[in-house]
């Protein structure tokens, strides 16, 4: 299974991107889907995280709000729409999964399959 993000890129704060992950290799309603992020000098974050139906989202407080992710089960896809406020979105943005874990995780070790991270820059 490899997963594979993409759509990130430069941004004015308060302007909008939405960020791809597609799978391969198995079908993705097998998968609980996250994402997390990680700025510059700081670890990986958890953002939010949906179910495999997509009947349940879970966000990081911060996000609430101005990112939603959601995902289309026929394409293969998770997406996570983000509404940027302001540079502290700026960060590499990695897409999760995992065939076991339990609906609502926010531990990324809980995900055991990674994608490769997209970069967003979000400019004052």
């Known amino acids: 299974v490899q997963l594979q993000a993409s759509g990130g890129g430069v941004v004015q704060a308060g302007g909008s991107l939405r960020l791809s992950c597609v799978i391969s290799g198995d079908a993705i309603a097998k998968y609980l889907m996250g994402w997390f992020r990680q700025a510059p000098g700081k670890e990986r974050e958890f953002i939010a995280t949906i179910s495999r139906s997509g009947g349940t989202t879970k966000y990081v407080d911060f996000v609430k709000g101005r990112f939603t992710i959601s995902r289309d089960n026929n394409k293969n896809t998770v997406y996570l729409q983000m509404n940027t406020r302001e540079p502290d979105d700026t960060a590499v943005y990695y897409c999760?999964?995992?065939?076991?874990?339990?609906?609502?995780?926010?531990?990324?070790?809980?995900?055991?399959?990674w994608g490769q991270g997209t970069l967003v820059t979000v400019s004052s």
């Open positions: 999760g999964a995992d065939r076991f874990a339990r609906t609502g995780s926010t531990n990324q070790e809980q995900y055991r399959t």
